[in-house]
């Protein structure tokens, strides 16, 4: 089976910036995806990485290890309308539509 | 542009009732996908649709649950027998092409099981 382990809730300062950490263990790693949802509305696309490294997009980054099953999600310059869940999910190799998402990060930002 | 809709937004039905919620993917995605989101939850993945097969519906709790797309663009997720360990969002997405595609998804429909 796949396991994907998220931080429960975060905590942070708005302006400041704060890392979400994923890691997973799964047989058949294709990919990672990371996606924000704001509470009673849909996930929404952050990122995705296959490769290993570090995925600038303005204010976020995504950084993948294969090797290590970790990925973290990088926010910088946070804004109060940053809080929410962000959610980690997996695609495998033969299924690789499928999504396997972990339980999410509640993130909080606070003045 | 349009995004994905899914109508009701919102169904509450009594247990061992049937329901069908519908999802209306983005026009020319050929890939659509079910998930139910419990509160407090990350999506489960349900089945996916690459056009107007089932590609995967390994992720269907039981011969409850059933879902068609007979066009290739609109589908319908059949809940028969409702009980309300149902109760949650069902969330549909949809994407142009499958591996590594970005999947966009609808606003959801809650469904509540008394």
């Known amino acids: 089976g796949q396991n994907i382990d998220q931080p429960t809730e975060m905590t942070a300062t708005e302006g400041a910036i704060v890392q979400i950490n994923c890691t997973y263990q799964?047989?058949?790693?294709?990919?990672l995806f990371w996606y924000q949802q704001h509470a009673g509305e849909a996930p929404t696309f952050l990122s995705y990485?296959?490769?290993?490294g570090l995925e600038e997009k303005g204010r976020f980054s995504s950084f993948l290890s294969r090797s290590k099953g970790y990925s973290y999600l990088l926010l910088k310059e946070l804004q109060m309308k940053d809080s929410a869940s962000y959610l980690c999910a997996v695609s495998l190799t033969g299924t690789a539509s499928k999504l396997t998402f972990g339980t999410g990060t509640r993130l909080q930002v606070t003045l | 542009g349009a995004g994905v809709s899914q109508t009701p937004s919102n169904k509450v039905t009594e247990k061992g009732k049937y329901v069908e919620l519908r999802c209306d993917p983005i026009s020319g995605h050929t890939a659509l996908y079910w998930y139910r989101q419990s509160l407090g939850q990350g999506p489960e993945f349900l089945i996916y649709?690459?056009?107007?097969?089932?590609?995967?519906d390994s992720g269907l709790p039981n011969d409850r649950f059933f879902a068609v797309r007979p066009e290739g663009s609109v589908s319908t997720l059949k809940i028969q027998r409702t009980e309300r360990g149902d109760s949650a969002v069902y969330l549909c997405a949809s994407s142009e092409g499958t591996s590594g595609n970005e999947q966009f998804f609808g606003p959801g429909t809650r469904l509540t099981v008394l």
């Open positions: 799964t047989s058949g790693f294709n990919g």
């Open positions: 990485n296959v490769l290993d």
């Open positions: 649709f690459q056009g107007t097969g089932a590609a995967d």
